[in-house]
């Protein structure tokens, strides 16, 4: 047999109140748990985790209840679970540092020149200009934008067909302009 932990949402709107299996932990958690929490942040450095790690060891504690024969001894018994539920998290957690003899040194890709970088940009934007205005509004708002096609489309009222043939037209005009030949 099963006791049941949490009420449903129809069960609340009852007017009969329930009562729980066990009051004496309801009156106990009630009690005890600001000190419980505080041994619960100690065990983690997050206090989320801290509070997910009391509740799990006060559902523990809650499933063992009737077998608990000393109830002066409830805080060490919720102790021992708040620390072993600490420790099993802790020892399933992934590790993601592994030793090695040699550090791997990320290979150094030479940055350009910042000057030729921003000549490349205002050609490129020189070149954008120069391409139609529904042309060069789809171009932007696939390219720089982000947006798929369909979202081009809705934006500016055109069917999805209209958007790819004028991106089409208009990539095909970018890489005949001279002015981006170096790039190529």
Partial sequence: MTTPVCTSASNAATPARQTL???SFSSY???RQ???LRT???LTANPS???DLLQTALTKTYVAWDRIEDHRALDGYVRRALLNTRTSQWRKRKVDEFACDELPEPEVVPAGDPAEQQALHDAMWRAIMKLPARQRAMVVLR???DLS?????EVLGVSVGTVKSAVSRALGKLREDPELEPVR
Wanted: no cysteine.
């Fill in 21 to 23: 299996p066990y009051p």
């Fill in 29 to 31: 958690v009630r009690d």
């Fill in 34 to 36: 600001p000190v419980l």
């Fill in 40 to 42: 619960a942040r100690s």
């Fill in 49 to 51: 985790d801290a509070e």
């Fill in 143 to 145: 390219y720089y934008e």
């Fill in 149 to 153: 096609e369909v979202q081009t489309a």
